[in-house]
């Protein structure tokens, strides 16, 4: 029995927003990781993009557990002498809510030219608008 492997014109990628207001984090991140790269797909190749879109709506809600809130970390090295730069949770939620959500997916893909390009397949706002409303999303649950 031969392994199928889909052509680049068989794949249909769709369009799906997430409401991550009120959910957590890692939850959240581990079913938006699983769209991107199209393991939710009978069609999933390792090697292949047959992921879908996703635009992840309320960034600024996400809910840690336990004391995540204060005691968690970021961080972030330049390379330089000197260039360390740690960042709390709370933090980061005033600066730049977006990257809490892309940094949790960015640690649940591949790390290699293939991840990087799902990862670019990531739509992340902070608050409840998106500019994305021609490509038609659909409602994606996180439960």
Known sequence: MKTYI???DE?????????????VLGRAATQIARVL???????FTPHMDVGDYVIVVNAREVVFTGRKETSKTYFHYSGYPGGAKWETVRRRRQRKPEDII?????????????G???????????????PHKAQQPEVMKVA
């Open 116 to 130: 990087r390009h799902l990862l670019k397949k990531l739509h992340v706002y902070s608050g409840a608008d998106h």
């Open 102 to 114: 892309r940094d949790a997916v960015w640690g649940m893909l591949p790390k290699n030219r293939l």
């Open 6 to 8: 889909p052509k680049l």
């Open 11 to 23: 794949i249909e990628q769709k369009w799906y927003t997430v409401d991550v207001g009120g959910e």
């Open 37 to 43: 790269r199209g393991k939710n797909k009978p069609t």
